[in-house]
């Protein structure tokens, strides 16, 4: 899950690229590195570490005058972190450099043929032997008039390689272009005015351009300062729509707080509120995006969640919403199972797929099953015109704005929101839910963002609450019902962002095994919703003092009983029950953010992670 960034206009563009860089180093940061064409010599600067090392690098070397370059940040997969290895990797002569997103499978047995062939390898990565492929086609002829352009080399080159790839390449032997391809990875082209940019994501291209193309499966694009010329693999010309992107460059910066995963936390009210905007019409739930019409939807007989991470989470809610709303057979499936095993599903199964960057490799993969097998397949993406949401019959968008902070936080709830809007859009249609229950519960949605408000203006609480906590080597989270994803989901928030091992747990399973844990060192957070559910909540704190544990406990305000029994409270507002685990999930994920902070850890990026997964 690398970051790529391209320039090609009149600009110097080192500084340009390494800005670039920066909006992306949330998709990996074990190396980073830069090419560029000056004066018809290519030029390469790289190294292990986070851009910052790259920039010192880069200090001495104000002389290189440059108006056309690619860069790069890693998230390691093939060949360890390291300046050998980092990207962009070149050619034997040095004429031809390339960076890549993605694992390009067969790439032993192409490197072994191009050894065998005399080309001399400098790292360990798949990614290199791309560059020695261009090289190779490019100079198939001896006679320079009889050379292959770039475009053609790189043509060839794509069509050897199996695997995900988007890539970029440029090269002294010509100069004033960068070719593109892709295949599985995602790749956006941001046109400027007498200038192009290349990116992985959208937040490296909106402080430049809104007018974004998103290349698509098996396209390449010839990218000058004026012109973009997008094919097939095959070189036959395909007509690009240019899509405008309605983030504003604002809401990529962290606007004053201290990192990305703060801010989002503190963005969730606006999220719901915009996630939640013009999709109600006279009391009506409508969705614009969606594409799969009421009569179609009326058919569906069975649903299936399918996603990764914490996505998978919210599909956990989904099923409890779908089971209660729409009274049909749910499951929630992990994407990367559900794809290589023999999944039933037909013309009448909805494969829901939910995927905060709608670029997530797993998820794409069981997308393509699901379709395979006639499934219907929606998707809930959070990135616009995404590859996910592209490749499925109907998508509905949360609205939460940019998510730059791996630690995924904003996205969930308004998952969650889209999830419950969905549901009782298809309970109505399906007969199961009135008209008037509908408007009931949507009312209850729109007094959701305030009470957010309520939970994050006791910030501070959950700040001391993380003092008493992050020296903790373990902990475990437990929940019932609509609680048992929040304890997965907070358990989650804590490992990715703390390194502290976490596991969420059925409250009920706990006596199955996990109590065997329980000890004074081990805290435990129960997250207690009212609901059928709750007086056996309390029991399960009491099992867990009655062997010396430690409880911190998500309460619901006025609840009182529990006051003697945790140790630590947290109190939340009433709604209703399936609403409860959107607001539940708050302090789990500041409490996850204040330890990390007090361990010293770097939150916006935590290590060994990637914002988007997009390869297997
Ligand atoms: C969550 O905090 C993680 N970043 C990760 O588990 C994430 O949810 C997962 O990789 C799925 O990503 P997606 O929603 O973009 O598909």
């Known amino acids: 899950m690398c970051g790529i960034f391209g320039y090609v206009g009149n600009k110097e563009c080192i500084s340009l690229l390494l800005e670039g860089l920066k909006k992306l180093e949330y998709r990996g940061y074990d190396s980073a590195g830069v090419a560029v064409i000056d004066n018809n010599r290519l030029i390469v600067e790289k190294c292990a570490g986070k851009i910052s090392e790259l920039e010192k690098l880069l200090d ?58 005399g080309h001399v390898f400098k790292s360990t990565t798949d990614t290199e032997i791309i560059a020695h492929l261009i090289e190779k086609n490019m100079n198939g002829s001896t006679s320079t008039s009889l050379r292959t352009s770039l475009e053609e080399a790189v043509r060839k080159a794509v069509s050897e390689l199996t695997g995900s790839f988007a890539i970029a390449v440029i090269s002294n032997k010509d100069p004033d272009k960068i070719i593109v391809a892709k295949r599985g990875s995602p790749l956006k082209i941001g046109l400027g005015d007498g200038e192009t940019f290349v990116a992985s994501d959208i937040p490296a291209l909106i402080k430049y ?125 992990y994407a990367a199972e559900f794809r290589y095993r023999h999944p039933v599903v037909d013309e009448k199964t909805l494969v829901i797929a939910i995927s905060q960057s709608g670029e997530t490799a797993d998820t794409m993969g069981a997308v393509w099953e699901a379709k395979s097998r006639g499934a219907k397949v929606l998707s809930i993406c959070n ?39 969905f549901s009782i859009m298809l309970g109505v249609i399906k007969g199961c839910v009135s008209q008037n229950e509908s408007e009931k519960m949507v009312k209850e949605l729109y007094e959701l963002p305030q009470k957010v408000e309520l939970i994050l203006a006791q910030e501070s609480k959950v700040e001391a609450l993380s003092e008493k906590l992050y020296k903790s080597t373990n902990a ?49 957070v129960v997250i207690a919703l009212r609901g059928r559910r709750y007086e056996k909540i309390l029991g399960n704190i009491e099992e867990v003092k009655a062997r010396g544990g430690y409880v911190v406990a998500i309460a619901v305000d006025g609840d009182t009983e529990i006051k003697d029994k945790a140790d630590d409270i947290f109190y939340i507002p009433h709604t209703t029950e399936s609403l409860s685990p959107i607001l539940a999930v708050i302090p789990l994920q500041l409490l996850a953010y204040y330890i990390a902070i007090k361990r010293g850890c770097h939150v916006d990026q935590p290590r060994n992670l990637a914002k988007s997964v997009t390869v297997e």
Not at 493 to 508: C, D, N, R, T
Request: hydrophobic fraction near 40%; proline fraction near 4%.
């Open 209 to 333: 351009t809104k007018k974004v193309i998103f290349m698509g499966e098996q396209e390449m694009a010839v990218v000058t300062k004026n012109d973009v010329k997008v094919t097939d693999f095959a070189g036959n010309p395909v007509k690009k729509e240019v899509t405008l992107i309605s983030w504003d460059p604002v809401s990529a910066e962290k606007g004053g707080y201290a990192h990305f995963m703060l801010k989002e936390i503190h963005e969730q009210p606006r999220a719901i509120r915009d996630t939640v905007a013009d999709r109600v019409k006279d009391g009506q739930i409508h969705f614009d995006e969606l594409e799969i019409d009421k009569k179609e939807l009326g058919k569906i007989n069975r649903v299936v969640f399918t996603a990764c991470g914490t996505s998978w989470h919210a599909g956990l809610i989904g099923e409890y919403l779908i089971e209660q709303f729409v009274k049909i057979p749910c499951e929630v499936e």
């Open 476 to 524: 475990l989270y437990l929940g019932r019902g609509k609680g048992f994803p929040i304890a997965l989901e907070g358990a989650l928030k804590l490992k990715e962002v703390s390194y502290i091992h976490a596991e969420g747990y059925p409250a009920a399973e706990m006596k199955h095994g996990p109590i065997a844990l329980i000890d004074k060192n081990m805290p435990v």
């Open 383 to 421: 990135v616009v015109g995404s590859s996910i949401a592209r490749e499925s019959d109907g998508v509905l968008y949360t609205y939460a704005g940019p998510e730059i902070g791996v630690a995924s936080t904003k996205a969930f709830t308004t998952q969650i929101v889209i999830i419950y809007l």
């Open 60 to 117: 001495g070397n104000s002389h290189i005058d440059s108006h056309i370059g690619i860069a790069h940040t890693r998230w390691a997969t093939h060949g360890r972190p390291s300046d050998e290895n980092s990207h962009p990797h070149t050619d034997c002569k040095d004429e031809i450099a390339v960076v890549h997103n993605g694992i390009i499978e067969n790439y032993l047995q192409i490197r072994r043929d191009l050894a065998a062939d």
